[in-house]
């Protein structure tokens, strides 16, 4: 899997966007970026993932450049609730079962405050 | 969504005692499991891949005969912690995956372990 770097702390202000950086600058080309979160104490909680288009779901969108070297999660209106730490993976999507296992960064602290 | 639960949700052993937890699929049959150990302010290490009816692959590092596990049906998988230490002491969290692409799976809530 390549190697992710995120920050290790960003703040926000409730309903304003969270934009969180990841840079993955050794991505290769049947990687995957991910991005899951955690909230203190629970277990991980996938958000969103892609190749190299953008997405969008419910929960977030992901913007990817356009040499996949790095990627953006956005939450459009932050709320408390989103605090937790939020993490970038990048691995493998390929089937088989021993492919596609997460390997979990330190990932970053997002605090949304009042 | 579909639903993976963890039994117990926190447990206190005494040191050389061993301690089971299992991880189940709800709503979905689970043909691989993962394990995963976390310490206070770290991240999720993975320690091992279960798939139904065979014998567990553990991640470098991770002693087998000390962290047992068993993955007996598609849905239902235990991870045994023998001998219990207080270094033992973790949030040990497991994931089941319903396909064979790595965002297919769901996360259990966690099991945090105390070894006095």
């Known amino acids: 899997d390549a190697k992710t770097t995120q920050p290790t702390s960003m703040d926000c202000a409730e309903g304003r966007a969270a934009n969180l950086p990841c840079n993955h600058s050794t991505i290769s080309g049947n990687e995957y970026v991910y991005w899951y979160r955690q909230i203190h104490s629970q277990g991980p909680q996938y958000i969103i993932h892609?190749?190299?288009n953008n997405e969008t779901n419910e929960m977030a969108s992901l913007i990817i450049t356009e040499d996949r070297k790095s990627s953006t999660l956005i939450l459009p209106h932050a709320t408390l609730r989103d605090t937790a730490v939020y993490y970038c993976i990048a691995t493998n999507n390929a089937g088989g079962t021993s492919y596609g296992k997460l390997t979990f960064g330190q990932g970053t602290i997002l605090t949304v405050h009042p | 969504g579909a639903v993976v639960s963890q039994h117990p949700s926190w447990v206190i052993c005494k040191s050389g005692t061993s301690v089971k937890i299992e991880c189940r699929s709800l709503d979905f049959q689970a043909t691989t499991m993962f394990w995963y150990r976390q310490f206070p302010k770290q991240s999720l290490m993975l320690m091992a891949t279960s798939n139904e009816g065979s014998k567990a692959t553990y991640e470098q590092g991770v002693e087998k005969d000390k962290f047992l596990i068993n993955h007996a049906s598609l849905t239902l998988s235990t991870l045994t912690v023998t001998s219990a230490h207080p270094e033992d002491s973790s949030f040990y969290i497991c994931s089941a995956r319903y396909g064979n692409l790595a965002y297919e799976q769901y996360f259990g809530p966690g099991t945090r372990l105390t070894v006095t």
């Open positions: 892609g190749l190299k």
